[in-house]
């Protein structure tokens, strides 16, 4: 079955300084991987999205995330954070079949940032 | 224009009544999901339709009806509500399995 773990619950970094986010996933085969952001009150927005080809991934706002195969991971980074990117952040895993596809989300990881 | 959207935003209702969720999508896609978010933040699908038709049915109480009158809608009816089914539920829609999802912004039940 596929699931996404999250390990940070709670994660508090200063303004200004670099961010890494951890998301491990498991599935049979190589999924689709998605990072998303919730502001408070908000719904979720779509950061960046990997299906295949270069394992390194862009994403709007600055983010980036790079899928490494043999260690079932897609950790989600930013070499700068503002204030504004406190909020939660999932990473998810979905199927390739375009039928009955669903995307499993993590608990998600809540950033803060600090002065 | 918003491309998903919910209403209402926030629903407060007593335990045993009836209430429904409202879904709609601009975007023309083909896939329409529900989700819900818990005090924990943690998100469950409860449901999806494709082309009005239910391909994804979780386990969930059949308290919980979705309805999809045609591929830009789908509703979600709550029958006898109960404490336990204070959430954000959370509407998306999809254009096969690569696109991601795009969300509306959750409307927040609070049973009392």
């Known amino acids: 079955a596929q699931s996404v773990t999250q390990p940070d619950i709670h994660i508090t970094v200063s303004e200004g300084a670099s961010l890494e986010l951890r998301c491990n996933y498991s599935?049979?085969?190589?999924?689709?991987l998605f990072w998303y952001v919730q502001s408070p009150g908000q719904g979720l927005q779509l950061l960046l999205k990997?299906?295949?080809?270069?394992?390194l991934v862009q994403g709007i706002k600055g983010f980036e995330a790079e899928f490494k195969r043999s260690q079932s991971s897609f950790n989600l980074r930013k070499p700068s954070v503002h204030w504004s990117d406190a909020a939660e952040y999932f990473c998810?895993?979905?199927?390739?079949?375009?039928?009955?596809?669903?995307?499993?989300f993590g608990s998600g990881t809540r950033l803060s940032i600090r002065p | 224009d918003t491309a998903v959207s919910q209403t209402p935003k926030y629903l407060v209702t007593q335990m045993g009544n009836d209430k429904s969720i409202k879904c709609e999508q601009n975007?023309?896609?083909?896939?329409m999901y529900w989700y819900k978010q818990d005090s924990k933040k943690f998100l469950k699908i409860m449901f999806s339709?494709?082309?009005?038709?239910?391909?994804i049915n979780e386990t969930v109480p059949n308290r919980f009806s979705p309805k999809s009158p045609d591929k830009a809608h789908l509703n979600l009816h709550i029958n006898s509500l109960e404490l336990g089914d204070s959430a954000v539920y959370f509407c998306?829609?999809?254009?096969?399995?690569?696109?991601?999802?795009?969300f509306g912004s959750g409307t927040r039940l609070t049973v009392v």
């Open positions: 998306a829609s999809s254009q096969g399995a690569s696109g991601g999802y795009t």
């Open positions: 975007l023309g896609h083909d896939t």
């Open positions: 990997y299906f295949s080809g270069d394992t």
């Open positions: 339709y494709n082309n009005k038709e239910l391909i």
């Open positions: 998810a895993v979905g199927g390739r079949r375009s039928s009955a596809s669903k995307i499993i």
């Open positions: 599935y049979g085969a190589t999924p689709y």
